[in-house]
C-alpha cells in the first residue's frame, strides 16, 4: 500500500470487477504462426468462458505482441478469475480442459500460472496432505535430530514435551481469538 503500481492495481480490480486472484495461464503452441491459426482466438475464449465473470486478455483482442513468442509460435492469454483469495484456491481444471478440447488441431494446449502450477504438483488434488501426515513427518524428523544432538532416548524426552505442550497451547490461544473476533465482527455488523 502506498506504492504507484499497488494503487494502480487497486483502483484496476475496483473498476474490472476482478484481478484479486492470481491469473489462468493459458498457452498454445503451434508449428507455425500461432497468430494465423484458425480458431486459436475461439479456443481462448472458450476457456476463458468455463468460468463465469472472468476476464481475458490475449494478442487477439488487445493486439499486444508480448502475448507472442519472438518466433510467433506460441500465443498465451491471461484468464483473470474473479473472486477473493483464500486458502482453499481456484480450480483450474475446467479451463485447461476446455482449452484442450478447442484447441485447434496440431496445436498443443497448456494452462499455468500459480494455480495450474499447483494442480499439477498436487496431481489434480485440491488439498494437500493432511495436518496428521505433515505432523508425523515432522515429528519423526524431530526425533532423528534430538537422537543425533543428545545421544539418548531420555535427553530427547524434555525437548518433546516443551514442543508438545507449546504447540497445544498456540492452538488453544489461537482457537480462542478465533473464537472472539468472530463473535466481535459479527456483533459490530449487527449494530449498523
Known amino acids: 500500500p502506498g506504492y504507484?503500481?499497488?494503487?494502480?492495481?487497486?483502483r484496476s480490480v475496483d473498476e474490472l470487477g476482478n484481478g484479486r486472484v492470481g491469473p489462468f495461464v493459458a498457452v498454445l503452441r503451434a508449428d507455425g504462426d500461432i497468430a494465423r491459426?484458425?480458431?486459436?482466438?475461439?479456443?481462448?475464449?472458450?476457456?476463458?468462458?468455463?468460468t463465469p465473470g472472468a476476464r481475458l486478455s490475449s494478442y487477439f483482442n488487445t493486439g499486444?505482441?508480448?502475448?507472442?513468442s519472438p518466433d510467433r509460435r506460441v500465443a498465451f492469454a491471461e484468464i483473470y478469475p474473479p473472486g477473493e483469495l483464500s486458502f482453499e484456491g481456484v480450480r483450474v481444471e475446467p479451463t485447461g480442459a476446455a482449452l484442450k478440447a478447442t484447441a485447434p488441431p496440431g496445436v498443443d494446449a497448456y494452462v499455468t500460472g500459480i494455480d495450474g502450477l499447483y494442480?499439477?504438483?498436487?496431481?489434480?488434488?485440491?488439498?494437500?496432505p493432511s495436518v496428521l501426515v505433515e505432523t508425523v513427518v515432522g515429528g519423526v524428523g524431530a526425533l532423528v535430530i534430538l537422537l543425533f544432538t543428545f545421544g539418548a532416548l531420555p535427553a530427547i524426552a524434555m525437548p518433546l514435551v516443551v514442543a508438545v505442550a507449546s504447540i497445544l497451547n498456540t492452538?488453544?490461544?489461537?482457537?480462542?481469538?478465533?473464537?472472539?473476533?468472530?463473535?466481535?465482527?459479527?456483533?459490530?455488523?449487527?449494530?449498523?
Do not use: M
Open 4 to 10: 504507484a503500481a499497488y494503487e494502480a492495481n487497486v
Open 37 to 50: 491459426v484458425a480458431g486459436a482466438e475461439e479456443a481462448f475464449e472458450r476457456a476463458a468462458a468455463v
Open 64 to 68: 499486444d505482441e508480448p502475448y507472442l
Open 119 to 128: 494442480a499439477e504438483a498436487a496431481g489434480g488434488e485440491q488439498e494437500g
Open 171 to 192: 492452538f488453544t490461544l489461537v482457537w480462542l481469538l478465533t473464537y472472539v473476533t468472530t463473535s466481535r465482527s459479527s456483533s459490530s455488523s449487527s449494530w449498523r
